[in-house]
């Protein structure tokens, strides 16, 4: 297959959709000129609003703008001020069927991942919160461990799509 590539820059124009949802984009160049742009699959990696562009199950149309977001789940990592490991470490958590994980970070320790299933109508859980929780994971997981909030030094934290 023969790809084209443009160095210009290229603007969203408008959305093209079919039956099943948005299909593509209608672009315009630097110069003015448009084109459209097809794809078997359009990933939508937009904000909140992108229920917007896809399809509602069963008609074919687009999603009303009113339709509720799909569940999310917080997600955290917790960048901790110890030394790095020199490799990557997967941590068994013993109350839970599941492992975290501790890997360098800009020499750091960065541990992870929490997630918790959150309410789109409150907001994301307490970042404070999900890192006393993975403190406590881990030392109960890793005897002399003795990780502390003062050694806290970041948390990365977002929203993951989840399952209705």
């Known amino acids: 297959m023969r790809r084209r590539h443009s160095k210009a820059r290229q603007r969203l ?23 459209e742009l097809s794809a078997r699959l359009v ?5 909140a609003a992108s229920h917007q562009l896809a399809p509602v199950p069963g008609d074919g149309g687009p999603v009303p703008a009113r339709r509720s977001l799909p569940p999310f789940a917080s997600a955290c990592n917790v960048v901790f001020d110890r030394p790095a490991p020199n ?27 929490t ?6 109508g409150t907001g994301t859980r307490m970042a404070d919160v ?3 929780e993975l403190i406590a994971a881990v030392n109960d997981s890793i005897p002399g461990a003795a990780l502390g909030e003062r050694e806290v030094r970041l948390m990365h934290r977002g929203l993951l799509p989840g399952t209705a």
């Open 87 to 113: 490799v990557a470490v997967a941590i068994p958590v013993r109350a839970k069927a599941r492992r975290f994980f501790a890997v360098p970070w800009r020499g750091l320790t960065m541990v992870g991942t």
């Open 43 to 47: 990933l939508i990696a937009a904000n």
């Open 130 to 132: 999900a890192a006393r």
């Open 13 to 35: 124009v408008d959305h093209l959709r079919d039956t099943h949802g948005v299909c593509g984009a209608c672009v315009r160049d630097e110069a003015g000129d448009e084109a």
């Open 115 to 120: 997630q918790h299933p959150i309410d789109t």
